[in-house]
């Protein structure tokens, strides 16, 4: 997971304290508040990405210094 906020500030603060007291953590529950305009958005931003990938004629590479590259499957001549 890597979020960026201003060092220092009360948001680095906030997400720091979520990520290691919740975040699978025995009070990582669905009472937790959610902000579902945000959750909205993120979805049809990755929605979006989704469909531009799918629509591209070029199939999606990893970058050469990947750590998941190792784990790519060798493309067969012809895909």
């Known amino acids: ?3 960026s906020f201003e060092k ?7 997400f720091k304290d979520w990520l ?3 975040y699978h ?3 990582d529950d669905l009472a937790q508040p959610v902000d ?3 959750a909205a958005k993120y979805e049809e931003i990755v ?3 989704m469909m531009r990938v799918a629509d591209t004629s070029q199939r ?3 970058k050469s210094d ?3 590259r190792r784990y790519a499957q060798p493309v067969a001549a012809g895909n």
Do not use: D, N, Y
């Open 20 to 22: 290691t007291q919740r």
């Open 1 to 3: 997971m890597q979020v």
């Open 25 to 27: 953590a025995p009070p």
């Open 47 to 49: 929605r979006s990405l």
């Open 8 to 14: 220092g500030s009360p948001e680095q603060k906030l």
């Open 36 to 38: 579902l305009s945000a």
């Open 60 to 62: 999606p590479q990893w």
């Open 66 to 68: 990947s750590f998941f």
